[in-house]
């Protein structure tokens, strides 16, 4: 006992020391397993390409390329049915372990996730890489947790590093990883997940720039920075984006439950739908599937006209919608950047016909939309900012880059729309029969004079029952605020301060109003 007694001594001193190095082997196990799923990946897109490219010559391969996607379609239904934890993009499911609502088998997680997620991508869903690269970063961790036999609270440490390694390896962000890790995984910026966090992304983002380069994802040009005197188009542009980003939200959570509502479609029923609209896009309009790498590149470059922005735009919202909302293994994170930067792109263009803009600035425009719907949709700004610039090495941009996301955070919460991985987590928890607590609206304040001979005359606090959801914030008397204690004895004269949520606040006002009357009061008649 005294020897296991001294060991846990010993470790807690040197905590900061053991986490960096334990931070450090998972980034370099959590690199290598992300950087084999992001090349398998990139395969996939080029076999679809050509495949399609086939398929539009010979009608037969057509026929046998909408075969193979409802095998596909089978397969990842088998998965997701095997391994339920798998579905959607993974990073609900990774901030629900860290909340202690959700349990996830790292040993089924990994295999069920990389080959579902392959298919997925290879089918042409319109999906990302990222959501499921944070989601095998995170079991990547806590396989290490488990074969080092830590400790829950250490496991934690070790799954945000895992999903920070994950996003530095998916995107060579590895500064977009710690932040997206703290900022919303973790929700806990201490110096030492700080410090073991940037380690584990550091590492992975090295090993993965070995490999593919250390390039940034996008290489469009971007001119030079807004001048001032078109600032106002930056906030117009947050407006329309943080509206957007709510109805993003909105729309994605609808089209998710009328999935689940469908009593008559199952795992693999649900996910034959996008996989088959997946076919037919192949050959009418294949700039939808996929993630949507080339249809940024195509919208900063300024040569696509208004209507063909706006059609893709719409296309490409639809499918993304259909795609994701059919729990079909992928994320959301780079749809939703290729469908900021089509808004972007229509903006500019319109600005520059019809508004006076100089048509030099529609790469910017692009660029801030990236940055301006993630952050509607996510409600994660820094993150947000600091992506954008790593992904497009630009860091020139970084004044107009916090205006477009503040007005569009801005919005967005104005709107009450809620961030979509907080949506997709509850909407989980629910379908798995788990309590989810609701919103409530605003805290509303109301204060209650104690009257002589009422029920509450002269009793303590801890002898009242009180009404549900009702907290007692003050007690005043003769001028003085007391802080109410559970002995504390209410007097005639005294003032009650209570909060309650807004929906609670009538039951707590017509309870109160009575308890604090006379008891036996007499109106005149």
Request: net charge neutral.
């Amino acid at each position: 006992m005294k020897k296991d007694t001294t060991h846990i001594i010993r470790r807690a001193e040197h905590f900061k020391t053991i986490l960096t190095a334990e931070g450090f082997l998972v980034g370099i196990i959590a690199g290598l397993v992300v950087l084999l799923y992001r090349v398998l990946l990139e395969y996939a897109g080029k076999a679809m390409t050509e495949v399609l490219q086939y398929a539009r010559e010979y009608p037969a391969a057509a026929a046998a390329w909408l075969f193979l996607l409802v095998v596909m379609a089978c397969i990842v239904g088998k998965l997701v049915k095997w391994e339920p934890m798998i579905s959607g993009s993974g990073i609900p499911q990774v901030e629900g372990e860290m909340m202690g609502k959700l349990e996830q088998v790292w040993w089924r997680v990994l295999p069920a996730k990389f080959l579902g997620g392959f298919l997925s991508l290879l089918a042409g869903l319109s999906l990302g890489r990222e959501g499921p690269s944070i989601q095998i970063g995170a079991m990547t961790g806590k396989a290490v947790s488990k074969a080092l036999d830590r400790g829950k609270t250490e496991e934690k440490y070790l799954l945000t590093c895992g999903a920070s390694a994950g996003l530095a390896a998916a995107f060579h962000a590895p500064l977009a990883g710690v932040m997206f890790s703290l900022e919303e995984i973790h929700k806990n910026f201490s110096v030492s997940v700080l410090v073991s966090v940037m380690t584990a992304s550091i590492t992975a983002d090295y090993i993965s720039g070995q490999l593919l380069g250390f390039q940034s994802v996008f290489q469009f040009d971007i001119g030079l920075e807004i001048e001032p005197r078109y600032y106002w188009h930056i906030v117009i542009l947050g407006v329309i984006l943080g509206l957007l980003g709510a109805f993003y939200n909105k729309m994605t959570m609808w089209v998710q439950g009328l999935y689940y509502k469908a009593k008559r479609l199952n795992e693999t029923t649900r996910l034959l739908i996008p996989f088959l609209l997946a076919g037919v896009l192949g050959l009418a309009a294949p700039q939808v599937l996929g993630s949507g790498h080339d249809l940024i590149e195509t919208a900063a470059g300024g040569e696509m006209v208004l209507g063909t922005l706006l059609g893709l735009l719409a296309l490409k919202f639809v499918f993304s919608l259909i795609s994701f909302g059919s729990g079909a293994p992928g994320g959301i994170f780079f749809p939703l950047l290729v469908l900021g930067a089509l808004i972007g792109g229509s903006y500019g263009t319109f600005a520059a016909q019809y508004m006076g803009l100089d048509p030099s600035y529609i790469s910017n425009f692009v660029l801030l939309a990236m940055a301006g719907y993630f952050t509607a949709i996510v409600r994660a700004p820094i993150t947000g900012i600091i992506l954008i610039f790593e992904m497009t090495g630009q860091v020139s941009q970084m004044l107009s880059m916090s205006l477009i996301s503040i007005t569009a955070y801005l919005v967005a919460s104005w709107v009450r729309s809620e961030p979509i991985y907080e949506s997709l987590l509850n909407s989980l928890l629910k379908r798995r029969g788990q309590k989810v607590t609701e919103k409530t609206g605003e805290k509303i304040l109301q204060e209650f004079v104690v009257c002589h001979n009422s029920p509450i005359h002269n009793k303590m606090i801890q002898q009242i029952e009180w009404p549900r959801n009702c907290l007692i914030v003050a007690v005043r008397r003769n001028g003085a605020e007391l802080i109410p204690r559970g002995r504390t004895i209410l007097m005639a004269g005294d003032i009650i301060v209570t909060m309650a949520d807004e929906l609670d606040a009538p039951a707590v006002y017509d309870y109160l109003e009575k308890a604090c009357t006379e008891k036996n009061n007499k109106t005149d008649q």
